[in-house]
């Protein structure tokens, strides 16, 4: 799996690092994502789907065969 | 599926609201027949707009998705509330983001973000929130019975949680009381809105300028301090709207969400009994009852260019009403969505909202609600409504949903773990 982010839409809901805190973080100082894993593990997988669906703001993309 | 023109438009059917006992947590049951036949309907609504009606959950999701497409610039809830943006054609006042759309809205969001929806900040706040509901219910347990689980313990958690964020006291709480209750009630004019919100903007400049010269800790302090190193800073009354929506959304629509939400609770003894066994299903409790409760009258957005919605053609200047709570029942998303499961692993319900403007406020709602999920089946173990459910009375004509007051009463109440004092 490859996650990639569109960083430029992000409102810093807070949403993936809820679901998938070991893939994704926030900046302290405007709360937009950064992304902590380009390839998570396997048992991340479902959490970084799960908040891929649940970003409000679609910035979230994953390329399951990345 | 037909298209109706604008010639008809003086027998459009009404848009559906939650009726009183009706439907008292759920969507009209007009609904369940849209979703199946007609997906997207011309309907007027209360306000006197007319606009495209969209109740299955994908189109939902589309629509709140691209905000492009679908705009802000009229006000999500300007179809059923007379005070609230009104229309296209009121000019959007400076620091008025819930209206604004693309980079300008983008701009406020980041500017809230750090207090309100970075998670590592949410998480450092869960001890206070904690202490706030153990001391509540301490307070509860030295009362005469029955209480008003809303005003007596909903409403005084929310707005002890959000004046200890942005540090004001508690004396200055009936500025946000009206101020709420105007905003939120359909009858408000936009006069009354203006005359309810003066006192409490004017409280609020008062704060940013006196913070200014000497800041503090609080939400708003720290929201001046970041201001300055941003390219472009916040003017004062900018940030007098930031704390303002903040305060506001703080002080009723979580309250209501909270009370809305245990008596949903206690109508559903089975579900309860799952929560008071195991408090860790909290979580995901909050999520399901988000979904099947949340935005009760649905959203507002404007179409900015000719498009389509499930195959109906829509034009720009057109309005639509996105029905979230019939999204979030709707059988695409769950097999059995009028069913209440405490225990249901997360979905893509849209009871926040979706795309930008989805709640600034969530991430706090969320710690709130799950905090008192956890605690309050276990301290009240023996929590029951003090009337018949047939005489608790809901609100009607508001754009926060839940009961006006819910009386409950109990046995005992036990003390608070170590932990959460
Ligand atoms: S869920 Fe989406 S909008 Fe929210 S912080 Fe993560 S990337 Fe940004």
């Given at each position: 799996?490859?996650?990639?982010?569109?960083?430029?839409?992000?409102?810093?809901?807070?949403v993936?690092?809820?679901?998938?805190?070991?893939?994704?973080?926030?900046?302290?100082?405007?709360?937009?994502?950064v992304?902590?894993?380009?390839?998570?593990?396997?048992?991340?997988h479902?959490?970084?789907?799960?908040?891929?669906?649940?970003?409000?703001?679609?910035?979230?993309?994953?390329?399951?065969?990345? | 599926?037909?298209?109706?023109?604008?010639?008809q438009?003086?027998?459009?059917?009404?848009?559906?609201?939650?009726?009183?006992?009706?439907?008292?947590?759920?969507p009209?049951?007009?609904?369940?027949?849209?979703?199946?036949?007609?997906?997207?309907?011309?309907?007027?609504?209360?306000?006197?707009?007319?606009?495209?009606?969209?109740?299955?959950?994908?189109?939902?999701?589309q629509?709140?998705?691209?905000?492009?497409?679908?705009?802000?610039?009229?006000?999500?809830a300007?179809?059923?509330?007379?005070?609230?943006?009104?229309?296209?054609?009121?000019?959007?006042?400076?620091?008025?983001?819930?209206?604004?759309?693309?980079?300008?809205?983008?701009?406020?969001?980041?500017?809230?973000?750090?207090?309100?929806?970075?998670?590592?900040?949410?998480?450092?706040?869960?001890?206070?929130?904690?202490?706030?509901?153990?001391?509540?219910?301490?307070?509860?347990?030295?009362?005469?019975?029955?209480?008003?689980?809303?005003?007596?313990f909903?409403?005084?958690?929310?707005?002890?949680v959000?004046?200890?964020?942005?540090?004001?006291?508690?004396?200055?709480?009936?500025?946000?009381?009206?101020?709420?209750?105007?905003?939120?009630?359909?009858?408000?004019?936009?006069?009354?809105?203006?005359?309810?919100?003066?006192?409490?903007?004017?409280?609020?400049?008062?704060?940013?300028?006196?913070?200014?010269?000497?800041?503090?800790?609080?939400?708003?302090?720290?929201?001046?301090?970041?201001?300055?190193?941003?390219?472009?800073?916040?003017?004062?009354?900018?940030?007098?709207?930031?704390?303002?929506?903040?305060?506001?959304?703080?002080?009723?629509?979580?309250?209501?969400?909270?009370?809305?939400?245990?008596?949903?609770?206690?109508?559903?003894?089975?579900?309860?009994?799952?929560?008071?066994?195991?408090?860790?299903?909290?979580?995901?409790?909050?999520?399901?009852?988000?979904?099947y409760?949340?935005?009760?009258?649905?959203?507002?957005?404007?179409?900015?260019?000719?498009?389509?919605?499930?195959?109906?053609?829509?034009?720009?200047?057109d309005?639509?009403?996105?029905?979230?709570q019939?999204?979030?029942?709707?059988?695409?998303?769950?097999?059995?969505?009028?069913?209440?499961?405490?225990?249901?692993?997360?979905?893509?319900?849209?009871?926040?909202?979706?795309?930008?403007?989805?709640?600034?406020?969530?991430?706090l709602?969320r710690?709130?609600?799950?905090?008192?999920?956890?605690?309050?089946?276990?301290?009240?173990?023996?929590?029951?409504?003090?009337?018949?459910?047939?005489?608790?009375?809901?609100?009607?004509?508001?754009?926060?949903?839940?009961?006006?007051?819910?009386?409950?009463?109990?046995?005992?109440?036990?003390?608070?773990?170590?932990?959460?004092?």
């Amino acid at each position: 799996m490859r996650v990639e982010i569109h960083a430029d839409r992000c409102i810093g809901s807070g949403v993936c690092v809820l679901l998938a805190p070991e893939v994704f973080d926030q900046r302290d100082d405007d709360g937009v994502v950064v992304l902590l894993d380009e390839h998570p593990d396997a048992r991340h997988h479902e959490s970084a789907h799960d908040a891929a669906t649940r970003c409000p703001a679609l910035v979230i993309e994953i390329h399951d065969e990345g | 599926m037909t298209a109706v023109s604008e010639h008809q438009a003086g027998a459009l059917p009404p848009l559906p609201l939650p009726g009183e006992q009706k439907c008292p947590f759920g969507p009209p049951p007009e609904y369940e027949d849209l979703r199946a036949g007609q997906p997207v309907i011309r309907v007027s609504c209360p306000t006197g707009v007319d606009a495209w009606l969209v109740s299955r959950y994908a189109d939902v999701r589309q629509v709140l998705g691209d905000p492009e497409l679908f705009s802000n610039r009229a006000g999500v809830a300007a179809h059923i509330l007379l005070g609230f943006g009104g229309g296209t054609d009121v000019p959007v006042s400076e620091g008025e983001f819930p209206r604004m759309d693309g980079a300008e809205h983008l701009r406020f969001r980041r500017h809230m973000a750090p207090e309100v929806s970075n998670i590592k900040r949410i998480n450092q706040l869960r001890p206070l929130v904690q202490g706030i509901v153990d001391r509540q219910l301490d307070a509860l347990a030295a009362t005469t019975q029955p209480v008003d689980l809303y005003a007596d313990f909903a409403r005084p958690v929310t707005t002890a949680v959000i004046a200890e964020l942005l540090d004001v006291p508690e004396a200055d709480q009936p500025l946000f009381k009206r101020a709420a209750e105007s905003l939120s009630a359909g009858g408000s004019s936009a006069t009354d809105v203006a005359a309810a919100l003066q006192p409490l903007f004017e409280y609020l400049y008062m704060t940013v300028v006196t913070r200014r010269a000497a800041p503090g800790e609080d939400v708003i302090s720290r929201m001046i301090v970041r201001s300055d190193q941003t390219d472009q800073p916040f003017t004062d009354m900018e940030l007098v709207t930031m704390a303002a929506a903040l305060l506001i959304a703080g002080y009723d629509t979580t309250a209501s969400l909270i009370s809305h939400g245990v008596l949903a609770l206690l109508e559903h003894p089975q579900e309860l009994e799952r929560l008071r066994e195991d408090p860790s299903l909290a979580g995901t409790a909050t999520e399901e009852l988000v979904r099947y409760l949340g935005v009760g009258g649905g959203l507002l957005r404007e179409v900015t260019q000719d498009t389509e919605i499930a195959g109906q053609p829509v034009k720009a200047g057109d309005y639509v009403v996105v029905a979230v709570q019939s999204a979030n029942r709707d059988g695409a998303l769950y097999a059995d969505g009028d069913r209440l499961d405490v225990g249901r692993t997360s979905g893509a319900h849209l009871g926040f909202g979706h795309g930008p403007h989805q709640c600034v406020g969530q991430q706090l709602a969320r710690l709130e609600l799950t905090t008192v999920l956890a605690t309050l089946p276990r301290r009240i173990p023996s929590l029951r409504l003090a009337v018949p459910f047939d005489e608790i009375r809901f609100k009607v004509n508001s754009s926060v949903l839940g009961p006006v007051a819910v009386p409950v009463a109990w046995d005992e109440i036990v003390p608070a773990l170590e932990s959460g004092a």
